[in-house]
């Protein structure tokens, strides 16, 4: 069945770049059918939604994360991307990567997650 | 755009019921039917138990229902049981500008 892998560093230095890649298996993320989302989870927090993506390349943002985000898709390598720059220790979280079912609005598959932390 | 709101924790013995309200507002949960409900065991990905407000995905028990009126969305447990001991989160779509959010998150404790 479909899986979804987070991978990238887990310690980012404040100031600079956060980058993440999400590799989908056993299904296509080119199906007209889905759109593909981060989210994050802050430790001992709540979730909140980053960004989203579908097959063509189109993006929506979080409007509060919008100025520091770029999500983009490489459909060649099955894969999508997270790009969050300027991190402060703020964005320190669990980043998940999740399938967004375009017709119901709900992240029916999700990754199992990457700690990220921003420290100098 | 602000979180919604639910409570920080509901408690119920086995066997009981439980609900939990997701409030928001005329533009997110109040203007549309896709509500959707996360369950989430501590270290682990959160898990889709409904969506549209009231539908659960194959391979979840029938003791998990949603519903809806006005800007309040709910989730009902019924029959509790220890493995329902976990945190639950709301989410809502609120248009295309805004995109989705997320409720506060609520702690579930089986007694």
């Known amino acids: 069945q479909l899986q979804l892998q987070e991978s990238g560093p887990g310690l980012v230095k404040p100031s600079e770049t956060l980058s993440l890649t999400c590799t989908v298996s056993?299904?296509?993320?080119?199906?007209?059918?889905?759109?593909w989302g981060w989210i994050r989870q802050p430790p001992g927090k709540g979730l909140e939604w980053i960004g989203s993506i579908y097959y063509s390349g189109s993006t929506y943002y979080n409007p509060s994360l919008k100025s520091r985000v770029t999500i983009s898709v490489d459909t060649s390598k099955n894969q999508f991307s997270l790009k969050l720059s300027s991190v402060t220790a703020a964005d320190t979280a669990v980043y998940y990567c999740?399938?967004?079912?375009?017709?119901?609005?709900?992240?029916?598959?999700w990754g199992q997650g990457t700690m990220v932390t921003v420290s100098s | 755009q602000s979180a919604l709101t639910q409570p920080a924790s509901v408690s119920g013995s086995p066997g009981q019921s439980i609900t939990i309200s997701c409030t928001g507002t005329s533009s997110d949960v109040g203007s549309y039917n896709l509500v959707s409900w996360y369950q989430q065991h501590p270290g682990k990905a959160p898990k889709l138990m409904i969506y549209?407000?009231?539908k659960r995905p194959s391979g979840v028990s029938n003791r998990f229902s949603g519903s809806k009126s006005g800007n309040t969305a709910s989730l009902t447990i019924s029959g509790l049981q220890a493995e329902d001991e976990a945190d639950y989160y709301c989410c809502s779509y609120a248009g295309s500008s805004t995109g989705y959010v997320f409720g506060t998150g609520t702690k579930v404790t089986v007694l």
């Open positions: 549209e407000v009231s």
């Open positions: 056993g299904g296509s993320i080119s199906s007209s059918s889905y759109y």
């Open positions: 999740a399938r967004l079912r375009a017709a119901t609005r709900a992240f029916d598959i």
